[in-house]
């Protein structure tokens, strides 16, 4: 295929991701050194109320924003260098509870929260995924073939269901006097609330990310299981290796590909991790890196919203993610070499 | 196909994977199941302590809205015939009755009017006859199982959630058809091209694949919002603002799926054989002839597995449609987000769940109809890479 004629085909898709992907991840480069305020200034305001014999003024200084011709507020944007980082980084606070050796101090900085958040989130989920998902194809394998077509059906539906209804649904089973906390009090004969501090809260969630995406590792292990080769498994068989060993030194290296398919998907995902927060409503108690950069998106009560914090925020996420990623993006690179040769 | 007998499991391994199977159903389905059934009922029982409470819904019985044993026999019955017939005659009607050349189109309007034909049979005809045979009966006409529909008349009618509705299948469709369009001709170019600049493209679309969305809308949001001032140079008075346009979100929702758009149909169009295209070229088509006339016949089932997956992304997301669109524009799933902040009463809290539930009805119904195809997505997308 000549270039002119490659070009003209992903032309259009390059296009867009250039323009609403590498664009904004420009801009949002720039503006994370940035800040953008309303002009302000000082004006001498004086108020008279109303008094006997006479007029009661008071003269005070006032500061406003500027507005222009229409009524809007005039905005300037200044450098500020790495200031935004500082104030969502906190360096001197992290440092200081660094000096008192205190992790509940380091905990109370949000950014610093939603890094242990995530972090925790991604590891810990990530061989419960595989395992489970492992194991749940291992048994649909096993069962008769009839069986397995509403199995896979039910399966699907965590997968394809909207997060954040999907965390509601779990949300409402345990929320207040839930079904399952009422039957969970019962079996303890303690009060339990599941979303009164943040371990219970992190541990629903670690529940139901597993819960969500363990089907997409079911059915990708699943098609990888088929064509796992019988006669190897059968010599394996005369070998006299137990079932055991056939499933660590057959079938998981056979499915190997997969299983670090599934990682690298994971990773990504598990990294971007907000709807959960959303669903479960632990703004209070758990925070992602996501949702902090969401939180500083959203206009507070007065209508701003802290773009230079939320740019910030995000690259230093970006970052985050370009340190997950090199380890298999070096791997891919050495693959399309030793291809190419 | 009959296992070795070497292959053979003890009955142990046999009962201890069917019981973990079951479990594992089990979990997967209640909690949707549960809130399916919470939105029946009226608050107190929706958050009854007992689950056979919830399920019974006596104080929604006793409001007056009830099943009768006759109605849920009933009731079930047609259910289990409309979706039998849905999957066993429907496609023949379709096929009979349809020119053949416009087949999509002849499924729409068959699912459409079978959809609409469903509902006055179960909501309209169904009542009137049991309500008859309700009168009639005595005991087995007396209600059992509360059951109420009044959260989602509250829902749909009072709250306006149409609104969301339309809007949400305004953002799927537009992003379907676009990511659709862009991507076939990006994933097939791909697929065709050995170089490394294609090779590159796909590192780089794996990258921004990894960005989390926030990142990407921190960009947009002030461009969009003070979008009239920056275009007005360019188209004058009348430029428009970008925040809370439904296209701009489709357009950036279309931009943020194209990395995964491109991967997967490049893997369905490397599963082409390149043979086809080089008979065509041979006989004197151009590439784009070559595509559109030989390739686009047979693409279609990896065309319809994407579409699916670019559906979920346009109709799950959260992030970017609670943040570039405003109240009026709002989708259903942030307008959810809504309900839970001014959730005050337990009345609210159940018409939370029966949007819930909305949300999820047509999920339901995709899984149902194209299981198949979701599957062979996903694998599609593993062997490949």
Same mark, same amino acid.
């Given at each position: 295929?000549?270039?002119?004629?490659?070009?003209?085909?992903?032309?259009?898709?390059?296009?867009?991701?250039?323009?609403?992907?590498?664009?904004?991840?420009?801009?949002?480069?720039?503006?994370?050194?940035?800040?953008?305020?309303? $002009?302000?200034?000082?004006?001498?305001?004086?108020?008279?109320?109303?008094?006997?014999?006479?007029?009661?003024?008071?003269?005070?200084?006032?500061?406003?924003?500027?507005?222009?011709?229409?009524?809007?507020?005039?905005?300037?944007?200044?450098?500020?260098?790495?200031?935004?980082?500082?104030?969502?980084?906190?360096?001197?606070?992290?440092?200081?509870?660094?000096?008192?050796?205190?992790?509940?101090? $380091?905990?109370?900085?949000?950014?610093?929260?939603?890094?242990?958040?995530?972090?925790?989130?991604?590891?810990?989920?990530?061989?419960?995924?595989?395992?489970?998902?492992?194991?749940?194809?291992?048994?649909?394998?096993?069962?008769?073939?009839?069986?397995?077509?509403?199995?896979?059906?039910?399966?699907?539906?965590?997968?394809?269901?909207?997060?954040? $209804?999907?965390?509601?649904?779990?949300?409402?089973?345990?929320?207040?006097?839930?079904?399952?906390?009422?039957?969970?009090?019962?079996?303890?004969?303690?009060?339990?609330?599941?979303?009164?501090?943040?371990?219970?809260?992190?541990?629903?969630?670690?529940?139901?990310?597993?819960? #969500?995406?363990?089907?997409?590792?079911?059915?990708?292990?699943?098609?990888?299981?088929?064509?796992?080769?019988?006669?190897?498994?059968?010599?394996?068989?005369?070998?006299?290796?137990?079932?055991?060993?056939?499933?660590? #030194?057959? $079938?998981?290296?056979?499915?190997?590909?997969?299983?670090?398919?599934?990682?690298?998907? &994971?990773?990504?995902?598990?990294?971007?991790?907000?709807?959960?927060?959303?669903?479960?409503?632990?703004?209070? #108690?758990?925070?992602?890196?996501?949702?902090?950069?969401?939180?500083?998106?959203?206009?507070?009560?007065?209508?701003?919203?802290?773009?230079?914090?939320?740019?910030?925020?995000?690259?230093?996420?970006?970052?985050?993610?370009?340190?997950?990623?090199?380890?298999?993006?070096?791997?891919?690179?050495?693959?399309?070499?030793?291809?190419? &040769? | 196909?009959?296992?070795?007998?070497?292959?053979?499991?003890?009955?142990?391994?046999?009962?201890?994977?069917?019981?973990?199977?079951?479990?594992?159903?089990?979990?997967?389905?209640?909690?949707?199941?549960?809130?399916?059934?919470?939105?029946?009922?009226?608050?107190?029982?929706?958050? *009854?302590?007992?689950?056979?409470?919830? /399920?019974?819904?006596?104080?929604? %019985?006793?409001?007056?809205?009830?099943?009768?044993?006759?109605?849920?026999?009933?009731?079930?019955?047609?259910?289990?015939?409309?979706?039998?017939?849905?999957?066993? %005659?429907?496609?023949?009607?379709?096929?009979?009755?349809?020119?053949?050349?416009?087949?999509?189109?002849?499924?729409?309007?068959?699912?459409?009017?079978? =959809?609409?034909?469903?509902?006055?049979?179960?909501?309209?005809?169904?009542?009137?006859?049991?309500?008859?045979?309700?009168?009639?009966?005595?005991?087995?006409?007396?209600?059992?199982?509360?059951?109420?529909?009044?959260?989602?008349?509250?829902?749909?009618?009072?709250?306006?959630?149409?609104?969301?509705?339309?809007?949400?299948?305004?953002?799927?469709?537009?992003?379907?058809?676009?990511?659709?369009?862009?991507?076939?001709?990006?994933?097939?170019?791909?697929?065709?091209?050995?170089?490394?600049?294609?090779?590159?493209?796909?590192?780089? =679309?794996?990258?921004? %694949? =990894?960005?989390?969305?926030?990142?990407?809308?921190?960009?947009?949001?002030?461009?969009? /919002?003070?979008?009239?001032?920056?275009?007005?140079?360019?188209?004058?008075?009348?430029?428009?603002?970008?925040?809370?346009?439904?296209?701009?979100?489709?357009?950036?929702?279309?931009?943020?799926?194209?990395?995964?758009? /491109?991967?997967?149909?490049?893997?369905?169009?490397?599963?082409?054989?390149?043979?086809?295209?080089? =008979?065509? %070229?041979?006989?004197?088509?151009?590439?784009?002839?070559?595509?559109?006339?030989?390739?686009?016949?047979?693409?279609?089932?990896?065309?319809?597995?994407?579409?699916?997956?670019?559906?979920?992304?346009?109709?799950?997301?959260?992030?970017?449609?609670?943040?570039?669109?405003?109240?009026?524009?709002?989708?259903?799933?942030?307008?959810?987000?809504?309900?839970?902040?001014?959730?005050?009463?337990?009345?609210?809290?159940?018409?939370?769940?029966?949007?819930?539930?909305?949300?999820?009805?047509?999920?339901?119904?995709?899984?149902?109809?194209?299981?198949?195809?979701?599957?062979?997505?996903?694998? *599609?997308?593993?062997?490949?890479?």
């Amino acid at each position: 295929m000549k270039f002119k004629t490659f070009a003209a085909f992903v032309g259009p898709s390059v296009f867009m991701m250039l323009l609403f992907i590498a664009a904004p991840l420009v801009s949002v480069f720039i503006q994370s050194f940035q800040v953008t305020q309303p $002009i302000l200034e000082q004006v001498e305001v004086e108020t008279c109320t109303p008094g006997f014999l006479t007029q009661t003024c008071t003269t005070e200084i006032k500061t406003v924003p500027i507005l222009d011709e229409n009524g809007k507020m005039i905005t300037e944007t200044q450098w500020v260098g790495l200031q935004s980082y500082r104030n969502v980084l906190q360096m001197d606070k992290f440092w200081a509870a660094v000096g008192n050796g205190s992790w509940n101090q $380091i905990m109370q900085i949000d950014f610093w929260k939603a890094l242990r958040f995530t972090l925790s989130f991604t590891l810990l989920t990530l061989p419960l995924v595989i395992g489970v998902g492992l194991a749940i194809a291992l048994a649909v394998n096993n069962a008769t073939r009839s069986i397995r077509g509403p199995i896979i059906f039910i399966s699907l539906l965590p997968f394809i269901i909207t997060p954040v $209804i999907g965390s509601l649904s779990i949300y409402w089973l345990f929320v207040g006097d839930g079904i399952l906390t009422t039957m969970m009090e019962r079996w303890t004969g303690t009060n339990i609330s599941m979303f009164a501090q943040a371990w219970t809260i992190e541990l629903l969630m670690y529940f139901y990310r597993v819960w #969500h995406v363990a089907p997409f590792a079911f059915v990708i292990f699943y098609a990888g299981l088929q064509t796992v080769n019988m006669d190897t498994l059968e010599s394996a068989v005369i070998d006299g290796a137990s079932r055991w060993e056939r499933l660590r #030194h057959v $079938i998981v290296p056979h499915l190997m590909p997969l299983i670090i398919f599934i990682a690298l998907i &994971h990773l990504m995902d598990c990294y971007r991790v907000f709807d959960e927060i959303v669903g479960f409503r632990s703004q209070a #108690h758990v925070i992602s890196l996501q949702w902090l950069t969401f939180d500083f998106m959203t206009p507070d009560d007065a209508g701003n919203r802290a773009m230079s914090r939320a740019s910030a925020s995000s690259m230093l996420t970006m970052i985050g993610i370009v340190i997950l990623l090199i380890l298999p993006l070096r791997r891919t690179w050495r693959d399309h070499k030793g291809s190419a &040769h | 196909m009959s296992t070795p007998k070497a292959m053979q499991q003890p009955l142990v391994l046999r009962l201890s994977s069917g019981t973990f199977l079951a479990i594992w159903c089990l979990l997967a389905a209640f909690p949707i199941f549960w809130i399916a059934v919470m939105s029946f009922k009226s608050p107190v029982d929706a958050f *009854a302590d007992s689950a056979w409470d919830v /399920i019974l819904g006596p104080a929604t %019985r006793a409001g007056g809205d009830g099943l009768s044993v006759l109605d849920v026999i009933f009731g079930l019955v047609v259910l289990y015939f409309a979706i039998r017939w849905a999957f066993t %005659r429907l496609p023949g009607w379709v096929r009979h009755y349809c020119p053949p050349g416009l087949i999509a189109l002849g499924w729409l309007v068959g699912a459409l009017v079978y =959809a609409i034909a469903f509902v006055l049979i179960f909501l309209g005809l169904l009542p009137m006859i049991l309500g008859a045979l309700n009168g009639i009966l005595g005991p087995l006409g007396t209600p059992v199982l509360g059951m109420t529909t009044e959260h989602y008349v509250a829902v749909w009618a009072e709250n306006e959630f149409y609104r969301n509705f339309l809007n949400s299948m305004l953002v799927t469709a537009g992003v379907v058809t676009i990511s659709l369009t862009v991507g076939t001709l990006a994933g097939y170019g791909l697929a065709r091209s050995g170089s490394d600049l294609a090779f590159w493209l796909l590192i780089v =679309a794996l990258v921004f %694949r =990894a960005l989390p969305h926030s990142v990407l809308v921190a960009g947009y949001l002030p461009v969009f /919002i003070n979008s009239s001032e920056i275009l007005a140079p360019i188209f004058g008075e009348g430029a428009p603002t970008l925040y809370g346009q439904p296209w701009a979100v489709i357009a950036v929702l279309v931009s943020i799926n194209q990395p995964f758009t /491109i991967w997967m149909l490049r893997s369905f169009f490397q599963n082409i054989p390149a043979e086809l295209d080089e =008979a065509a %070229r041979v006989d004197g088509c151009s590439h784009f002839q070559a595509f559109r006339r030989v390739i686009m016949p047979v693409m279609w089932p990896g065309v319809i597995t994407t579409g699916l997956f670019s559906f979920l992304l346009g109709y799950n997301d959260f992030l970017v449609t609670a943040l570039l669109l405003d109240a009026q524009n709002q989708t259903m799933v942030p307008a959810i987000a809504g309900y839970f902040n001014r959730e005050t009463t337990t009345t609210d809290q159940v018409e939370a769940v029966a949007a819930a539930v909305s949300i999820t009805a047509p999920l339901f119904l995709l899984v149902m109809v194209f299981q198949r195809q979701i599957v062979s997505g996903l694998t *599609a997308g593993a062997v490949k890479g």
